[in-house]
T-cell receptor, first 110, second 113 residues
Framework: EDKVVQSPLSLVVHEGDTVTLNCSYE??????LLWYKQEKKAPTFLFML????IEKKSGRLSSILDKKELSSILNITATQTGDSAIYLC??????????FGTGTSLTVIP | DSGVTQTPKHLITATGQRVTLRCSPR?????VYWYQQSLDQGLQFLIH???????AKGNILERFSAQQFPDLHSELNLSSLELGDSALYFC????????????FGPGTRLLVL
């Protein structure tokens, strides 16, 4: 059965800390891995990763895919309270089906 | 504001009923995706339409159906509703048929009593 697992389930850090969120997958016919941020509303797209070892970066957020290990990490440096959210990882197969993890809930305290 | 609109925002109905959720994609976007988000199951992909054609199906129950119309808006029909169908239903759109950036609508919160 295709599945995506995220860890940790939740995380509480202080402002300024650096966090690493993990996503591992077992999905046949992998095409891409996506990261989303979900606050109290709809998810917003962060990154799409298709190739191993190529880091995608946006401000304090970065992500990398390891196809050998079937995993990806999302790093957030110098965290701010506005980073508090649920971070979702999704894997898309070549049949264009999406498999989501249950998310990591990040709380950043001042 | 993502540019994707969904109506209604909230819906309360009874078991056994049928409802229709509507989604208007961003201007120019050809793809529409439907998702269900519940507390116990997280975000689940239901179905994807591209320019009026069904492109991919996920965990969509047989009681659920969707379609995309020539003007590219989409409807998700849920019938014979059960308590477990209570969830937030999101629609997302993108400008292509691939898995590039998707823009999510605000969702329709369905409560089945």
């Amino acid at each position: 059965e295709d599945k995506v697992v995220q860890s940790p389930l939740s995380l509480v850090v202080h402002e300024g800390d650096t966090v690493t969120l993990n996503c591992s997958y077992e999905v046949t016919n992998f095409r891409s891995l996506l990261w989303y941020k979900q606050e109290k509303k709809a998810p917003t797209f962060l990154f799409m990763l298709t190739s191993s070892g190529i880091e995608k970066k946006s401000g304090r957020l970065s992500s990398i895919l390891d196809k050998k290990e079937l995993s990806s990490i999302l790093n957030i440096t110098a965290t701010q309270t506005g980073d508090s959210a649920i971070y979702l990882c999704a894997v898309v197969n070549t049949g264009n089906q999406f498999y989501f993890g249950t998310g990591t809930s990040l709380t950043v305290i001042p | 504001d993502s540019g994707v609109t969904q109506t209604p925002k909230h819906l309360i109905t009874a078991t056994g009923q049928r409802v229709t959720l509507r989604c208007s994609p961003r201007s120019g976007d050809l793809s529409v995706y439907w998702y269900q988000q519940s507390l116990d199951q997280g975000l689940q992909f239901l179905i994807h339409y591209y320019n009026g054609e069904e492109r991919a199906k996920g965990n969509i129950l047989e009681r659920f159906s969707a379609q995309q119309f020539p003007d590219l808006h989409s409807e998700l029909n849920l019938s014979s509703l059960e308590l477990g169908d209570s969830a937030l239903y999101f629609c997302a759109s993108s400008d292509s048929g691939g898995d590039e950036t998707q823009y999510f609508g605000p969702g329709t919160r369905l409560l089945v009593l």
